[in-house]
């Protein structure tokens, strides 16, 4: 990671990240586009057991959607499903327990989910930060096998089902911590230099900007996108960099503090 990358990101992060930038953000955006209803539409989100994903589910159960959740470990995700059903009053929320570092699991669960049940948009939010070098059962590294291994297999697979339906939509949950890093099409293992969880992380997400762009030039009925959430205080952030996560939500606050004490009244 080169010092000129660091800086901009983290001057990009100050501006357009945190609360600063979700305010600035806020003065152009219509309330009103968010009072839809979408009863008969139905989504997927990875990883909707807690953060930004239960969230996600949440609010599209409020507005009717039907909602299938994609989680790893079946108790904390049959707490949640029970939360969205008891707050949004929508019964029609699904649980598959997938592993989505296991390339098999997914290609299971996309054969059985294309028999059973339609789709219009994919939500791939699910991720994660291994700050040591692990291998999965299959010999692959932990974070390049579900942050781009698996959201590749998953997108790929349920492209047929997207493509039948009307205004399908595929929203990859990416991170603006991608800007540290080039694409490196060279070392998807992490074998060839000092191990890093965190710029692993970054180069996920590049993979993950990267190949958006080409499932949007390869189907083009089908919108893609990608998105950065901002430095949100979910349990995820915290799992993933521990003490550091916490030092750098301080920080910002710090900064975004002395920022307002010294703009004139």
Same mark, same amino acid.
């Given at each position: ?10 001057a ?9 930038g979700? =305010?600035?953000?806020?003065k ?6 968010l =009072?839809v209803?979408i ?20 609010e ?8 299938h959740l ?6 904390p ?7 969205i059903?008891? =707050? ?5 929320i699904f649980?598959h ?17 294309k ?9 791939n ?9 692990e291998?999965t059962?299959?010999?692959?590294e ?16 349920l492209?047929?089902v ?5 205004d ?10 991608m ?18 969880g965190?710029?692993?992380?970054a ?9 958006? =762009? ?9 919108h ?6 901002g430095?949100a205080?979910?349990?995820?952030y915290?799992k993933?960099?521990?003490g ?9 606050d710090?900064i ?10």
């Amino acid at each position: 990671m080169s010092l000129y990358r660091s800086v901009v990101w983290f001057a990009k992060g100050l501006r357009e990240y945190t609360k600063s930038g979700y =305010e600035s953000a806020c003065k152009d955006f219509v309330p009103h586009d968010l =009072e839809v209803q979408i009863p008969g539409r139905v989504f997927l989100v990875t990883g909707g057991n807690s953060g930004i994903g239960k969230a996600t589910a949440l609010e599209i159960a409020k507005r009717g959607g039907t909602v299938h959740l994609v989680c790893r470990d079946q108790a904390p995700a049959e707490d949640a499903r029970g939360e969205i059903i008891r =707050e949004s009053g929508n019964q029609n929320i699904f649980l598959h327990i997938v592993d989505l570092s296991d390339p098999k699991k997914i290609w299971k669960f996309v054969e059985n989910f294309k028999q059973e049940h339609k789709l219009h948009v994919l939500i791939n939010n699910a991720g994660c930060m291994v700050n040591k070098r692990e291998l999965t059962e299959d010999g692959l590294e932990k974070n390049f096998a579900a942050n781009t291994l698996g959201v590749y297999i998953l997108t790929t697979g349920l492209i047929p089902v997207l493509e039948k339906e009307h205004d399908p939509r595929v929203i990859t949950v990416s991170s603006g911590g991608m800007l540290v890093q080039k694409l490196n099409t060279n070392d998807l293992q992490s074998e060839r230099t000092p191990f890093d969880g965190t710029m692993v992380y970054a180069q996920n997400k590049r993979q993950q900007v990267v190949l958006t =762009e080409r499932w949007a030039q390869g189907h083009p009925a089908i919108h893609f996108s990608s998105m950065h959430p901002g430095w949100a205080d979910t349990p995820g952030y915290h799992k993933s960099l521990g003490g550091k996560g916490e030092l750098l939500l301080l920080a910002v606050d710090y900064i975004l503090n002395q920022q307002k004490l010294e703009q004139p009244e």
